[in-house]
């Protein structure tokens, strides 16, 4: 029998919103019992039971929210999955595609996002030291641009200066990012390779193609 709140009876049901918001704690918590062991042990050296056990779920349960053990790494990049594209889908009248995702990339050094590589909170550095150094990440990484690629790609132009292009966007900002981790894993501060890192960004975006965009 259906009662008002659209629940059956015999069942414990709770709101939409609440179990969106379990799911997403559950979520972010099997991550992050993940992401502390593989720092702490190295990624190849822990499994998904160790994992499962630490967050105190079952492994069934564990797959339901991540494909594979890399993916417990690399969601921390979901929030970044198609951004070149959406900046350059959403950006203003009258803004170049290439200046849109520089003014972009600027913005995030100034931010210190730890996306651009100019973070030098320690978990952070470590947890890129993770990703750049263990081969079955880096490879995972490798096909998340891809995708970010392809993306750019459909908004920039459909046809193979598009493809190339965002090939060249995607590569950049690769190299920046790297390059930025590297020094500041080095032992500098993120102040101060701050204005390096404008500067790299500058010259690589300036020798960039021109590309006018889809409107």
């Not at 039971?49 to 349960?61: G, R």
Request: glycine share 6%; proline share 5%.
């Amino acid at each position: 029998m259906q009662l008002g709140n659209g629940c059956y009876r015999g069942e414990v049901s709770e709101p939409v919103g609440l179990r969106a918001r379990k799911k997403v704690r559950t979520r972010d918590a099997i991550a992050d019992a993940a992401i502390s062991l593989f720092l702490a042990r190295g990624f190849d050296q822990v499994s998904v039971s160790d994992i499962a056990a630490t967050a105190e779920v079952s492994k069934p349960t564990l797959f339901r929210y991540f494909a594979t053990k890399e993916d417990l790494v690399l969601h921390r990049f979901a929030d970044h999955h198609g951004e070149a594209a959406r900046v350059v889908r959403d950006r203003r009248p009258g803004i170049a595609p290439i200046a849109a995702l520089h003014r972009h990339f600027r913005a995030g050094l100034d931010r210190f996002e730890p996306v651009t590589g100019l973070n030098d909170h320690p978990e952070v550095v470590a947890f890129h030291r993770l990703v750049f150094t263990t081969p079955s990440l880096a490879g995972r990484l490798l096909r998340y641009t891809l995708d970010d690629e392809d993306a750019l790609a459909a908004v920039l132009d459909p046809g193979i200066g598009g493809r190339l292009q965002a090939a060249q966007v995607i590569a950049v900002q690769r190299v920046l990012a790297r390059t930025n981790w590297q020094k500041i894993a080095d032992g500098r501060t993120a102040h101060d390779v701050h204005p390096e890192a404008v500067a790299d960004a500058d010259q690589a975006f300036a020798q960039l193609p021109h590309a006018t965009g889809n409107p």
